[in-house]
């Protein structure tokens, strides 16, 4: 095992547990529990149902992209999105995701990894338009025009996905050697740039759709612990996402739950409402599929054993 990294990772897990102590002495444990106590089990459960519609999205993106390397079934891209899951919610920047092409028995491994950057990018600027959404809604003008700034600012950044990326396929396929063939670095930037517009394209309206599926689900349970919860405090809901960018903390956690708790705030989210809500939709729809993915990679560790 690389102590280096064992030593970072146990700086990480000190920080999330810190984190959560800090929330628990500020909210209270008791009130915690009694909302958990007071929770709605219908909305509880309903929200469950979306879990398999963001998985599902998620995995059909990454299928699409995949194919465009090589032959790949449902079932292996699904295998190999929890096991990047596993990794993702483990690592700094959710950077062990880039390993999602590991898992994948066929293809150029190098490219696969350019996919999932490319699967990362748009994840990352759809979330970006939510907020920037969000962030227009808001009373302060500043904020509003750093919203405007951000959601046009996305979109242009997706035109010139649409219009560059394939254009740069063939100048940096020609760039082969030297370090660029050490490192597969070429491997990887072809698989980044050689997707098709239309596979891109589509990518985007599908991560589009499963975005608006987990914030969805995200209300489902915030109306579980407070049945009044205003459909006005959807917008923000990608800004607390955004905060797990922030390499400090396992998974994100006690970054989103702290986040939800300050932002929530204005719209009257008791402080033991926002933690429940966010912090039992990572459980929902981060940590048990990501607990699968760890038996998969447990499985997957076996077979090269063998």
């Known amino acids: 095992m690389n102590v280096r990294w064992f030593n970072r990772a146990w700086v990480r897990v000190s920080l999330t547990l810190v984190l959560m102590a800090l929330i628990l002495a500020w909210v209270g444990p008791v009130s915690i529990w009694d909302t958990i106590n007071s929770s709605r089990p219908g909305p509880l459960l309903l929200?469950?149902?979306f879990t398999p519609g963001v998985i599902g999205i998620k995995t059909l993106r990454w299928l699409l992209l995949a194919r465009t390397q090589g032959p790949i079934s449902f079932q292996e891209a699904l295998r190999s999105y929890l096991a990047g899951l596993t990794l993702a919610v483990l690592t700094p920047l959710a950077a062990g995701e880039a390993g999602r092409g590991l898992f994948v028995r066929t293809g150029d491994r190098a490219g696969l990894?350019?996919?999932v950057?490319?699967?990362k990018l748009v994840d990352l600027s759809t979330v970006s338009i939510f907020a920037g959404i969000g962030l227009t809604l808001t009373e302060e003008p500043a904020v509003r025009a750093v919203g405007v700034v951000i959601f046009s600012g996305v979109f242009v950044a997706w035109g010139g996905m649409l219009g560059l990326l394939p254009k740069l396929e063939v100048p940096i396929a020609g760039a082969d050697g030297g370090w660029l063939t050490s490192f597969r670095i070429s491997a990887i930037v072809s698989g980044l740039t050689s997707t098709p517009r239309s596979q891109l394209a589509l990518n985007m309206a599908l991560s589009?759709?499963?975005f608006t599926i987990?914030?969805?689900q995200a209300f489902v349970l915030l109306l579980a612990f407070?049945?009044?919860a205003p459909l006005t405090v959807v917008p923000y809901f990608p800004i607390i996402t955004l905060s797990t960018i922030l390499p400090i903390a396992i998974?994100?956690?006690g970054i989103r739950e702290w986040t939800a708790i300050l932002?929530?705030?204005r719209f009257g989210v008791a402080e033991s409402v926002a933690f429940n809500t966010f912090f039992t939709h990572f459980v929902v729809v981060q940590l048990l599929p990501a607990l699968a993915g760890a038996a998969i990679i447990s499985s997957f560790h076996r077979e090269v054993s063998d």
Do not use: H, I, N, Q
């Open 117 to 119: 950057v490319l699967d």
């Open 208 to 210: 589009l759709a499963g």
């Open 251 to 253: 998974g994100g956690v």
């Open 47 to 49: 929200s469950l149902l």
């Open 214 to 216: 987990f914030y969805s």
């Open 113 to 115: 990894t350019g996919k």
């Open 226 to 228: 407070w049945s009044e």
């Open 263 to 265: 932002l929530l705030r």
